[in-house]
Structure formats: C-alpha cells, structure tokens
C-alpha cells in the first residue's frame, strides 16, 4: 500500500491482519496524516482468491481510530492481530506511552469500524519509553505445536512484546493473561517487558510474529537495517532486509524462556556437507575447517570442555563477553571464527564464555563480536551477547546461519539469539574462511560440527516450480 489519501499520506506504517472464522481477511495498519497524527487504519484484500494477496482496498471511511485523550498525537501506532474473547468481541493492542511509562491500549469491536477503548491498559511499565510494533500471542506450555493468536487456557502463557523506540530492542516477557479484564501480569516482574529478555541480541527490530495453522506453527519475522554509510547503501541499490523466519516456542526445560529457531524451509536450501568429529582445539589455538566457499552456510556444533587442571581451579567470579574474543580467561571464549579471511585480518568469532567448567552451575554467556569483521571505516562494529541458560545434562550448541553480509546466530536450541550485520573487504565470496578457536587459557574444547553449505533463495513469480 501506498500513502495516496489524507489519513496516511505520510507514511503507510505498521499494521497486523487478522482471519476471521468466515475466510475475510481485515489489516489494521498505522497512517501518519497529512497533519502528522497517527492514526489507524482498515484495509482488505481486492481479490481474496489471489493466493498473494497483492491487491489492497482501503475502507472508505478512514480513520477508524484517533489517538484517545491523554495520549499524544505521535505516540499511537502499531495495531496487533485481533483475538477473539468468549464474549464474542475482538480485541487489539495498540502501542504508547505515557511519559517514559510505556504501555498497550486496548480496543475491542465486533465489526473492525467501531471500537472501545479499554479503561485499563493490558500491560505498562515505566522507564520503558514508547511502545512500538506491540506483539501478544499464546505459548503452550508443554508442546512443540504454536496456537492459533485466540486460544487461551489452564495450559498456556502469553508472550507480551514490544519494540523499544528509545533503545531499538525488541523486548518480551512471558506471563497471564485474563481476559475477564483484559490484563496480563509478567511471570517474573525482574523480568518485565523492557527490562528482561530479548528475542535477540543483536541487530533486529519491528519483530512481529503470526500463526501457521497449515504447519500449526508461530512464526516471526524480524527486521535487520544497515551499520555501514548511507552512500553504500545507495551504490549497492538497497537496505535493510528481514532475518530468516523463526519458529517460537515454549522453552519447557527451563520454564522462563522462548525457543527461536529457523523455519525447517531453510534446509530445503542445503546443498553438499562437511562434518568433522571431536577436533581438540588447545588453548590459544586457532583450526581450519578446509571448506570452500564460507559465505553462504548453516552451521551446527557441539562442544565438550576438557579441564586442564583439578577440579579445584578456582572460577571466575564474574563473567559476560568481555571486551571480545580475546580476552582471554581460564573458561573461553571459545567458538568460531565466521567470515574470516587466510590471515585473520576480518573474522567475526561466535562464542561462549563460562564461569567455571560444570556447566549446570556455570554462568554462560554467548557472544557474536564485531570488533574485527571488516576493515571499512565507517561501519558499526559492536560486541553483542548475553547469558544463555545451559543445563547439566546438556552440551554447550550453536547453530548458525550465515549469508554474506548477515550472520545469525543461535545458543541451546534458540534461548538466546543475535542476529549481526558485517561487511567484509577481504573475507568475501571464495576468499571466506570458517575457523574453530579457543582463546581460554585452562580448558580444552573438543569440537563436533556439521556445516552445509546454502544455495541461494531464487525468488520468481508465482506459482513457481516446487521442485527447484
């Protein structure tokens, strides 16, 4: 859709669609107007036959929703898909603030033309700032299926997300949800939208997830923009793209977490394979995994720690990412080496850090550093991480995806995530190597791995030939 009428003539912005039991499709979205007010918006599809769902007829008489009274002008966006009550109404979320309080209005309607603003937000939480692409969906709590964004019961937790304006984070927690009111309380107040967990720690934004009820799966989708100067953008003809879609799961082993794992559809993208059992990688020691063409892989390995010394070594009392990959202490880091060139002047190593050596009392963390991936100037750089529940009966695992300019990044089956963006000048096309190193300086890591490598996404018109 294009912003061609008064109501969104600045901007056609975000918006959620909905399928109602009778096979309609509805999309709210956000228009910016022609006096800069946000406002929200009903479209439908012009042929619901079209299996793309191309075409988009805006209703006629646009805006169905202003910003109520106390919320400013500029701070009411974002609707989510609707969910049905047993009261038969549908309800939305709209994301806001008030001050530094962020916060989710709540709406209800029978026929998505007339609403009624809640008295009571579902959820707020002060020093959080704006509110935007607002997320609520359910989670079994013993499952491997999604839910459809209605279902609620004795078995079920909703997932609450928002995308901080402030700090550009997508943050959720995990809590109840009662719909006799229509609020949701957070499972673990520590653990609150926007002061708790990430679905990843890297570059990714504007988050919004949906359900498959053909795979009954929930999918996300996430947003990546560019690190690197605007006239790259411009001489390279485009910017910013989506993650590869993520399954999001219920993490029942620990019970305070979201499984995020890329769809099963990636792997109809593997081509030929490499794999390589228990390699002993030494303190301060660097292998070569002797693969051709690194750019474009799916990575998945496993790592067993070999103490050098008693038992009584004494732990580091304190750990994260430190100030990267070599910063060495007795417990890691240790990982791969992802986009490196034959001399290591770019690599973008991807690790854990331990505290000590038992993993189910350790503190872990996992790390995507940048420091050293590119040797352009004026390109971001960060060092991403954060700690990552491991469990005793589990070895440490990573997988991850990597496509030129992107790499993400996946801890213990998908508890925690970072997505990164690099730009070689060397470690590009065949000149891309893969490494394993271990920069502790008291362990041994034995290292099993299995990398395929990725065809590319040959996206034409539809239909298409399923069997390429």
Not at 58 to 80: V, W
């Amino acid at each position: 859709m294009v912003p061609d009428n008064w109501f969104d003539i600045n901007g056609v912005w975000t918006g959620s669609a909905t399928l109602l039991p009778n096979g309609e499709i509805i999309m709210l979205y956000t228009g910016d107007t022609d006096n800069y007010v946000q406002v929200q918006n009903l479209a439908y599809p012009a042929n619901l036959s079209d299996p793309l769902l191309l075409d988009w007829v805006k209703y006629a008489d646009n805006p169905i929703l202003e910003p109520p009274p106390g919320i400013g002008l500029k701070d009411f966006r974002d609707p989510t898909t609707a969910w049905i009550g047993p009261d038969g109404k549908w309800r939305i979320l709209i994301g806001s603030k008030k001050g530094k309080t962020g916060l989710s209005l709540v709406y209800k309607t029978t026929n998505f033309t007339n609403f009624e603003l809640n008295d009571n937000y579902l959820h707020a939480v002060p020093g959080t700032g704006m509110w935007e692409c607002v997320d609520f969906y359910p989670v079994l709590i013993n499952g491997s299926k999604g839910l459809d964004t209605s279902i609620n019961g004795p078995q079920v937790k909703h997932v609450l997300k928002a995308s901080l304006d402030d700090t550009k984070v997508d943050c959720y927690a995990i809590g109840t949800y009662f719909i006799e009111n229509d609020t949701w309380i957070p499972d673990d107040p520590l653990e609150d939208v926007g002061i708790g967990l990430l679905y990843d720690y890297g570059r990714y934004y504007a988050s919004k997830s949906f359900y498959d009820q053909v795979k009954q799966r929930r999918i996300l989708w996430g947003w990546i923009n560019e690190t690197d100067t605007e006239s790259d953008d411009l001489e390279k003809g485009w910017a910013s793209l989506q993650t590869i879609p993520r399954t999001v799961l219920f993490d029942n082993k620990t019970g305070t977490n979201l499984l995020l794992w890329p769809v099963e559809e990636i792997e109809s993208l593997r081509l030929s394979s490499d794999e390589y059992e228990e390699i002993v990688v030494e303190p301060g020691s660097v292998v070569p995994l002797n693969i051709s063409q690194a750019t474009q892989l799916d990575i998945f390995a496993e790592f067993e720690i070999e103490s050098l010394q008693s038992k009584g070594i004494i732990s580091n009392d304190t750990i994260d990412c430190g100030s990267g990959s070599a910063d060495r202490s007795a417990f890691g880091p240790f990982g791969i080496l992802a986009i490196a060139d034959d001399t290591l002047s770019e690599q973008t190593p991807v690790y854990f850090r331990l505290s000590n050596a038992s993993l189910g009392s350790s503190t872990t963390f996992f790390c995507v550093d940048e420091t050293r991936s590119s040797k352009a100037p004026e390109v971001a750089k960060p060092l991403y991480g954060s700690s990552v529940p491991v469990l005793s009966d589990e070895k440490l695992s990573m997988r991850v995806l990597v496509d030129h300019s992107i790499i993400e990044s996946f801890a213990q089956g998908g508890r925690t995530v970072i997505s990164g963006r690099v730009y070689p000048t060397e470690a590009i096309y065949g000149a891309a190597r893969l490494f394993l190193f271990n920069n502790a300086t008291n362990i041994n890591i034995k290292v099993s791995i299995k990398i395929w490598h990725l065809n590319s996404a040959f996206i034409g018109p539809f239909p298409f030939d399923q069997s390429q």
